[in-house]
């Protein structure tokens, strides 16, 4: 062998990379990390699931909630306009009741409002019907009964949910009067909001059958003196 074979067989053993593997040491390891455990990964995806199904419900729950409150306070709120409408209403007519000549307006007592032949109090306490019916019968009068179309007229400019003197005794039997006149579906029908719902409201023009325990206003009514 020549001496340039010799020198070059000893250059390939002495290369950089060889001499840098050589001087590492032999204790030392590269670290491994373990895999990441399927079952790990499973139990946060559950947790992640579970905690977006919680905020979920909760989230649709006070949409309900807001929903309910803003529809009773939207009701209320026209309530208290019907009222001021009504109140403005009977302003006039006791206006043009004082402008009449005679005792027309002293055929009434005080705070009762006359039409025709009848004395009408529209009560500001909520009550259910039953403690309107008590009520009126403790000022010497009852829940309103409806004759005709021209009284009907009369009572839907000025009322806004009143307890009227209609109702039954059970969900099949007819409507009839409180003091026992039956009920006559040519002047109005009654409408019915709820199952087994017993009383009559009247409501914009229209009667509809409400739970009786519910609490409303009412109108009393007797004959003027």
Excluded at 17 to 25: L, S
Excluded at 65 to 78: C, F, M, P, Y
Excluded at 166 to 180: I, Y
């Amino acid at each position: 062998m020549s001496e340039q074979s010799v020198s070059f067989v000893d250059l390939r053993f002495h290369t950089p990379a060889e001499q840098k593997r050589k001087r590492r040491p032999k204790h030392a390891r590269v670290t491994e990390f373990p895999p990441s455990s399927p079952w790990l990964l499973t139990v946060i995806l559950g947790l992640l699931c579970l905690a977006l199904l919680v905020t979920a419900r909760v989230w649709v729950a006070m949409v309900l909630q807001a929903s309910h409150q803003v529809g009773r306070q939207n009701e209320e709120l026209i309530q208290k306009q019907a009222i001021l409408k009504n109140f403005t209403k009977l302003q006039e007519i006791l206006k043009n009741c004082m402008q009449q000549r005679g005792d027309k307006c002293s055929s009434c007592p005080e705070g009762w409002i006359q039409h025709r032949r009848k004395c009408y109090h529209f009560t500001h306490e909520r009550s259910s019907w039953e403690k309107s019916r008590e009520y009126c019968s403790s000022h010497s009068s009852r829940l309103l009964r409806i004759e005709n179309k021209e009284e009907l007229d009369f009572i839907n400019r000025l009322v806004c949910f009143h307890w009227i003197g209609l109702f039954r005794t059970g969900a099949a039997t007819s409507w009839m009067w409180e003091d026992g006149t039956a009920y006559s579906t040519e002047l109005f029908q009654v409408k019915r909001k709820e199952p087994g719902a017993s009383c009559a409201l009247l409501k914009a023009g229209e009667a509809t059958s409400y739970n009786c325990t519910e609490q409303y206003r009412c109108i009393c009514e007797k004959r003027a003196a």
